[in-house]
C-alpha cells in the first residue's frame, strides 16, 4: 500500500519529492516536531502535543499561524490516518519548519508543515520482553535553555549518542546534562524505581518535556504511587530496584542491565497495564 503524507494541507504520495535543497530544515534543522501516538485508529494526547509544539515554535521565533490549533491538527491527522488505512496503532510525525531560503539569517518567519504517519504493529502499549542494555554517553552534554525542553529538527547530540549506541552494541544511551546529572536517553525520559517510589529529573534540568512522562506521572498519582522530581546523579542509577524510559510512541521500556547492575520489571508491567487503562478510559469518540 502506497502511504500518503499531508503537505500545508494538501495530501501528496510519501515518495513524491516536495522540498528543495535550500529547505531551512534541511540546510539548518530549522524545525520543530512532534511524534504522536494513534491508538485505535485515533490520535492520542492532542492537546498535550500542539501546546508544546507552540513552545517550540515560540522557542524558535517562528511566526504563529493562528490555524495551529488542536482542532485543525486533529482533522488533518484523521484525514491522513484514514488515507493511510491505519485502523489501530500508528506513529504520526508532525513537522513544523521556517520558509525562506537566506543563510542563517531568516527572510521570512512564516512556517510550513508536513504531517507523517505509519501504521504500527501494536495497539495498545506493549512492554519489551528483554530489559534494555544500557550506558552513559559521555562524549557531548546537553544544555539547559530554553531549546531543552522542546524536540527540535537540530538532533545532532542525540544522533551521536545513537552512533555511540551502535558502536558499544547497546539498547539504549542516557544523556547527561552540563553538570554531569542524569536527564534522559536518547529517545524517551528516564524513571528510576527504589522501594516502590519513582523518581525522574525535572524538565528545568534539560530533558525533553515529554508528553508520555507527563501522563505516567498522572496514572502513578492516581494509583498511589510516589512521584519525586529529583536531579539523578549517575550513583542513583547504580542503587535503583528497577529503571525505565517512556516515551509516546513505545510506551515504557524497561532497564535490564547497567553496567554491572541487573534490575526488575515489576513497577513497568503494572504501569503499562495502568497506561493501557488510561488510554482506554480517556480516549474521545472520532471527530
Known amino acids: ?52 509544539l507552540l513552545l517550540g515554535i515560540q522557542a524558535l521565533k517562528m511566526e504563529f499561524s493562528p490555524s495551529y490549533t488542536a482542532g485543525f491538527f486533529s482533522q488533518a491527522f484523521a484525514e491522513l490516518i484514514q488515507k493511510n488505512e491505519i485502523t489501530a496503532g500508528g506513529r504520526i510525525r508532525l513537522t ?68 555511540h549506541r551502535i558502536k558499544h552494541q547497546l539498547d539504549e544511551c542516557i544523556i547527561m546534562n552540563v553538570k554531569g546529572d542524569v536527564i534522559e536517553s536518547i529517545h524517551s525520559n528516564i524513571f528510576a524505581v527504589k522501594n516502590g517510589v519513582l523518581y525522574t529529573p525535572p524538565v528545568a534540568e534539560g530533558c525533553v518535556d515529554g508528553v508520555l512522562r507527563k501522563k505516567l506521572i498522572e496514572v502513578a498519582f492516581k494509583n498511589r504511587i510516589a512521584v519525586y522530581e529529583i536531579n539523578l546523579a549517575q550513583s542513583v542509577l547504580l542503587s535503583a530496584d528497577e529503571i525505565f524510559l517512556t516515551n509516546v510512541i513505545s510506551g515504557l521500556r524497561w532497564v535490564g542491565a547497567y553496567k554491572n547492575k541487573r534490575y ?24
Open 96 to 163: 513544523v519548519f521556517r520558509n525562506g531560503e537566506a543563510f542563517y539569517t531568516p527572510d521570512t518567519n512564516s512556517t510550513s508543515f508536513i504531517i507523517e504517519a505509519n501504521p504500527l504493529p501494536e495497539n495498545e502499549y506493549v512492554l519489551n520482553p528483554k530489559g534494555y542494555a544500557i550506558d552513559i554517553f559521555n562524549e557531548i552534554k546537553k544544555q539547559q535553555n530554553a531549546l531543552s525542553p522542546i524536540k527540535s529538527g537540530n538532533s545532532l547530540l542525540y544522533v551521536l549518542a545513537g552512533v
Open 1 to 52: 500500500m502506497s502511504l500518503f503524507l499531508n503537505y500545508n494541507g494538501q495530501l501528496h504520495k510519501a515518495d513524491e519529492p516536495l522540498l528543495n535543497a535550500a529547505n531551512r530544515g534541511f540546510r539548518f534543522g530549522d524545525s520543530t516536531f512532534e511524534t504522536i501516538r494513534v491508538f485505535n485508529g485515533q490520535a492520542l494526547f492532542l492537546n498535550e502535543h500542539i501546546a508544546r
Open 264 to 287: 526488575f520489571n515489576t513497577t513497568s508491567k503494572l504501569l503499562t497495564d495502568r497506561l493501557n487503562e488510561y488510554v482506554i478510559a480517556k480516549q474521545e469518540p472520532p471527530i
